[in-house]
């Protein structure tokens, strides 16, 4: 079972905000607080026998030091591991709400063509709702580059060896995914930023949807009373 089995779409933006804030984050933070306390309970014992090791001037002083690096490089990978797996989450989450948002107009707004875009399925479900529903993602509240972000900095995390660090520094001015050596880094304050302007772009998406039923509902009652 893969994370896209995880389907956190729409039965409304509130499901995907519940899902989003209590699962995802819980998940994270849960994980995280373990790697911690892993992580303290090693560093204490590897410095008391470090200190040890450097009062009686014993050899394996540069041994138990050069573990320790390997150690810290290695819980640092670990919590790349949880960002990325978190990022993965949420933009599954995403991709799940806005086809779920769309096939509310599948009966009143039928798709013409397939549509393709740039930049992946983000492009083209961007494109779509431009074709589709006159609905540009560019006029939401949230600035869509956070939700290129989102993206970018996922796929950065997923395929580490293929390019995806390199796009995502060119393309984000202000990068908050990586540290301050510009290795990906997935703080738990950015995580939550990120999760809030995905909740306000579903609900600003839901809402020019809704809209869009409403209107066209409007337009058919005449022709339902005739009938």
């Not at 086809?99 to 599948?106: E, H």
């Not at 875009?117 to 494109?127: A, E, P, Q, Y």
């Not at 304050?189 to 809402?207: G, N």
Request: charged share 30%; with cysteine; net charge negative.
């Amino acid at each position: 079972m893969g994370w896209e089995d995880f389907n956190l779409s729409l039965m409304g933006s509130i499901d995907f905000s519940i899902n989003a804030q209590h699962l995802i984050l819980g998940v994270f933070d849960t994980a995280n607080n373990a790697l911690d306390a892993e992580w303290d309970r090693y560093a204490v014992a590897m410095h008391k026998e470090l200190s040890k090791a450097m009062n009686e001037n014993d050899p394996q002083a540069e041994y138990f030091s050069q573990e320790m690096y390997w150690m810290e490089d290695v819980y640092r990978q670990r919590r790349q591991g949880l960002g990325a797996l978190a990022l993965d989450w949420l933009m599954c989450s995403l991709q799940g709400a806005l086809n779920g948002a769309k096939r509310y107009l599948d009966s009143t707004h039928p798709a013409g063509r397939e549509y393709k875009g740039r930049d992946g399925w983000l492009g083209n479900i961007s494109r779509e709702f431009q074709e589709r529903f006159d609905v540009d993602f560019h006029k939401a509240p949230v600035p869509f580059e956070r939700i290129q972000e989102l993206v970018l900095a996922r796929n950065a995390c997923i395929h580490r060896t293929d390019g995806g660090l390199h796009q995502y520094l060119n393309k984000i001015d202000k990068p908050t995914f990586v540290d301050e050596e510009d290795r990906l880094f997935v703080g738990r304050e950015a995580l939550d930023a990120i999760i809030k302007d995905c909740q306000e772009f579903i609900r600003w998406v839901e809402k020019e949807v809704e809209k869009l039923r409403r209107a066209k509902g409007k337009k058919t009652e005449p022709e339902i009373r005739r009938s």
